[in-house]
């Protein structure tokens, strides 16, 4: 089967010399053209059913987005999960003979499946079985540009394999013991098994090394940048809502925007001016998605939370998209996870052209505070946009211990003016403040800030 070959040549850490676990434990290579797959979602009651059709959806994006295409869409009521194949026996013939007829090279499923089940699934269906995590992980694996962005991916298919070496030579082990599980004795196999997680261990090590290189050089220039005072807009949000075309639309950042999930894999920085004059930066970030693997969040989380320790964010959200409350919803659970929930928000209703009779836009917009209507592509809705922004970059406060001379009287009663007092001494000529102050200050204070509070 010519999609059956490694991720990268470097992910190839061994050949299995027989049988049916030649190939497994890698992540399936798909890149050819012309592939069919068939797409199984499973749903637990009824009305669980129409989000189950939605969610199947969103996959053949995924698929469309990866270059295959879908032959059938097939949600499965489940009552329970079968330990060895997730699905029952009479489901798992139906998918058979469907992925016969329809000549479907894969079958991909919704849900995640271990690899035992991954493993009897693709013996009984004699094709390729593949789950969402292995498809979004292909995805990123595909459109990866930057050196971080495909050290992160490496990262995150590394610890994906690391469950799946187990069964990739049991069966020398089984040979060894005579195959009937119980005794089991330390055979060729385990020590095969134990070599392999050594190899992937140590090339997990050294990524996360590298890694840390990167991203210590990604500190550095935040710190300038933090120096500056500029304050920072990340604009995050669900993949496909229109994140990149805003950046494109407000700077002339020239960041790459396709109608295909998972354009964006990593964050570009754009300044910007409001027009009250602030300088401000636009961070542009990698989408969310609802299900994100969690070997993905991990190796993306230094990128991600980056992005969204800026100032303030800017949530988008897709309003022409049925799901987007949904959509919206996973975006807020993934940034809880980043810890970063609680930072400013100003929700922006993104797609507006596209919208003739969206109810989405009400309940999302009796949903979260601080809403605007816009349309990134058209660049309607931008000036009450920047009119929230300017607004709540007022908000924004710093503490900062300053030290001023008198001679300054202007500035000095400007900033008793706009912030808020902790401490005022006078020392000589000086006047020493300890005080909460509006970002927009910052910028014209920065002489006078005393970066060691000791001093
Ligand atoms: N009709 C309409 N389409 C839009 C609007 N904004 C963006 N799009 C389209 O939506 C698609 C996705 O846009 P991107 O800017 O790439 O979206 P993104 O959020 O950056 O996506 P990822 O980087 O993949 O997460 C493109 O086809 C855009 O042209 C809008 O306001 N109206
Ligand atoms: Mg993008």
Redesign the pocket.
């Known amino acids: 089967m010519g999609w059956r070959l490694p991720l990268k040549p470097e992910t190839k850490l061994h050949t299995p010399q027989e049988g049916d676990a030649k190939g497994q434990g890698r992540l399936h290579d798909l890149t050819g053209t012309g592939y069919k797959a068939l797409l199984v979602g499973t749903y637990t009651s009824t009305q669980e059913k129409p989000q189950c059709e939605e969610q199947l959806a969103e996959l053949e994006s995924l698929g469309c987005t990866y270059g295959f295409t879908t032959a059938l869409k097939l949600p499965c009521p489940l009552r329970g999960i079968d330990p060895g194949t997730f699905l029952g026996k009479g489901k798992v013939e139906e998918i058979e003979a469907l992925s016969k007829e329809l000549g479907c090279d894969l079958v991909v499923f919704d849900d995640e499946i271990s690899p035992q089940q991954q493993r009897n699934l693709e013996k009984i269906l004699g094709r390729a079985v593949i789950d969402r995590t292995e498809l979004i992980l292909g995805v990123f694996a595909q459109r990866a540009q930057t050196r971080e962005a495909k050290l992160q991916i490496e990262l995150a298919a590394f610890r994906y394999q690391m469950p799946r070496l187990r069964r990739l030579w049991t069966h020398l082990s089984r040979q060894r013991t005579g195959g009937s599980g119980g005794g089991y004795l330390k055979g060729e196999g385990e020590k095969q098994i134990e070599i392999d997680r050594r190899i992937v261990r140590r090339k997990i090590d050294q990524i996360e090394k590298d890694l840390e290189e990167v991203k210590k050089h990604r500190q550095t220039q935040r710190s300038a940048r933090e120096r500056a005072g500029i304050p920072s807009f990340a ?1 995050i ?12 639309a407000l700077t002339d950042a020239d ?11 990593d964050t570009t920085t754009r300044k910007y001016m409001l027009p009250n004059r602030q300088q401000i930066l636009l961070i ?1 970030t ?2 969310f998605i609802r299900k994100i693997p969690h070997q993905l969040v991990a190796a993306f989380k230094s990128t991600l939370e980056e992005a969204v320790q800026a100032d303030i964010l800017l949530h ?1 959200i ?1 309003v ?1 998209n049925p799901t987007a409350p949904q959509q919206a919803d996973a975006t807020i659970a993934i940034l809880k996870e980043l810890g970063a929930a609680n930072r400013p928000i100003i929700t922006v209703l ?5 919208c003739k009779n969206c109810l989405e836009i009400d309940r999302v917009r009796f949903k979260y505070p601080k809403t605007v209507p ?5 660049k ?1 809705g931008f000036d009450r946009l920047l009119e929230l922004m300017i607004r709540e970059i007022a908000q924004l406060r710093k503490t900062v211990r300053l030290r001023v001379p008198q001679s300054e009287y202007a500035l000095v009663s400007e900033v008793m003016r706009e912030s808020k007092i902790l401490s005022c001494e006078y020392e000589d000529n000086d006047i020493l403040l300890a005080a909460e102050i509006p970002r927009h200050l910052e910028h014209r204070i920065a002489h006078f800030i005393l970066r060691d509070p000791e001093l």
């Open positions: 604009i949000g669900y993949t496909n809502v229109g994140k990149s075309t805003l950046l494109n960041v790459l925007v396709e109608d295909k999930l998972f354009a964006t894999l542009d990698v989408g988008l897709d022409s993104n797609k507006i052209d596209q816009i349309s990134a592509l058209k309607e």
